[in-house]
């Protein structure tokens, strides 16, 4: 999948389910086109990821709290043998091993206070990632300043109502990630 088809993807179907394995049925059941999977297994990454394909859904591992797997070339090289449509990852060099692999990236980012707004811009800038994941999504102010620099933004992080996935998407994001199953419906 190219980047442009994952950003038209995002843009019909802006709700991603952010799951754990407690959650991956409901999250493979409900309209949620995009799974971000939180924390794979090496024992069950390959099989979740396959029945998540065969429904339709694109499933994007975060690398960086996978269980039994590295953050490194053979750990992306694995996803991507399971299908996985891309990676998730707060790491500039994952993000590279992910392109080199022809997978998509979404780097998160937090956002903790103003002097790291600026560390993140330079980080974007340079990072070579599809989208980034601003962490918390519920700051309305961070998502504006960074889709006001036409950068594609998921908003993910403590959003828990419908009115935090509107404002969100009304401050500019592209799209939102919740582990909220109630908000996959939206």
Known sequence: MTRAEF????SCDPVIAAVRD????AAIRSPARIIFYLKASLLTAEEHIREAT????????H?????????DRAGVEFFA???AAGILTT???TVGYAKEKGLLAVQRVFALDSQGLSSIRDMCAQSGADVFEIMPG???KVIERFSADRLPVIAGGLIETKAEVTAALQSGALAVSTGREELWYL
């Open 7 to 10: 950003l038209d993807v995002l």
């Open 54 to 61: 065969d429904r339709g859904k694109l499933v994007f591992v």
């Open 91 to 93: 790491s500039r060099q």
């Open 22 to 25: 407690d959650k991956w049925q």
């Open 81 to 83: 043998r399971c299908g």
């Open 138 to 140: 519920v700051i309305g």
């Open 63 to 71: 690398l960086d709290l996978a269980e039994g797997v590295a953050k």
